[in-house]
């Protein structure tokens, strides 16, 4: 007898355990997930109708604009000629139906994401119980989250949707937390020093300083629920996930390479704009109409404080706290 055979670990049935809590989720909680499943399904019809509304070269033309005033020309002149490879593979409406579910997915999830990365931020406690958390949603195969959410929502373009926040929240969470927690401390002090609240603090100093760090983290949401989104063709999501489903059980290789295709444009596309924007909210390249480098005046650079230290570029950017309302 070996002394491992003497070690008696017991059998935990975590897997008997979720199910026995998503059937009575299921039983118990239906019309709330019903509701749910009704405000996710109109947002992302509404937004497809809106979106397959105008002649796809009008729009396309329209997101070449986009393109043209958050990071250039030569941007807009390639956004423009892979939207229109969209529409000649005849791939634009599923590519709308995509976008239109990377949309409202992305929207939930930025809008979970930045209150709870704030309170992580502020709140140790938080933080330390939000890790494990992330980590879970994060590092979990994105497969496995179709099946609970197939359970409690059926099939369709909402489990997907779900799926997809679920997947793409946490690079929110973790960026916003770690945008705050590195804003200057010098800077939060000085904004105590002069009176602001914690939440004027928070909203005028903080947050504005955190942006560039949080709209990577806007970024990261809207990469990855595009990747997901794809997947949730498996769940009957339609779009391009659905194309690629299509082409995986034909064997078709052509529509899985179209519909491949018109992802990576979609993705390159959505990453540049809001890269850019992000940038732009940062203080750095302004897109179609650069800022000129401002020569540094001769009184910026003899301006020292009383200490001899000079002054923080981040308290002259911020400029005056307002006290008391």
Do not use: C
């Not at 793409?168 to 009176?195: S, W």
């Amino acid at each position: 007898m070996t002394v491992l055979s003497l070690i008696d670990v017991p059998k935990l049935r975590v897997g008997d355990a979720l199910q026995n809590f998503f059937d009575w989720l299921t039983n118990n909680l239906g019309g709330f997930f019903d509701a749910v499943s009704d405000v996710i399904g109109s947002a992302v019809d509404g937004l497809i109708s809106v979106l397959e509304a105008p002649d796809p070269v009008i729009l396309a033309l329209i997101f070449a604009l986009v393109g043209l005033l958050t990071k250039g020309w030569k941007f807009a002149v390639g956004s423009l000629l892979g939207l229109l490879l969209i529409i000649s593979m005849e791939q634009w409406a599923a590519a709308m139906q995509t976008l239109a579910l990377v949309l409202v997915a992305t929207v939930v999830a930025v809008l979970i994401a930045i209150p709870t990365g704030v309170l992580a931020a502020r709140k140790r406690w938080a933080s330390a119980a939000l890790r494990p958390v992330m980590d879970l949603m994060q590092t979990m195969p994105a497969f496995v989250w179709l099946v609970p959410v197939v359970t409690l929502f059926s099939i369709g373009v909402v489990p997907g949707v779900v799926a997809t926040i679920i997947f793409a929240l946490p690079p929110g969470v973790r960026l916003t937390e770690l945008g705050i927690r590195n804003v200057d401390a010098e800077v939060v002090e000085a904004a105590h020093a002069f009176g602001s609240t914690p939440r004027q603090t928070l909203f005028g100093v903080q947050l504005p300083l955190a942006l560039p760090t949080i709209m990577a983290g806007v970024n990261q949401v809207i990469m990855l629920s595009l990747s997901m989104a794809v997947i949730s063709g498996l769940v009957g999501a339609e779009g391009l996930g659905g194309q690629v489903t299509t082409a995986i059980s034909t064997l078709d290789l052509g529509l899985g390479f179209e519909a491949g295709l018109s992802v990576v444009i979609l993705a390159i596309y959505l990453d540049r704009v809001t890269a850019s924007v992000g940038q732009g909210m940062g203080g750095g390249r302004r897109g179609f109409w650069p800022r000129k480098p401002r020569p540094p005046a001769q009184d910026e650079e003899d301006s020292t404080l009383d200490g001899g230290e000079k002054e923080s570029p981040a308290v002259a950017e911020i400029g005056p706290v307002k006290i008391g309302g």
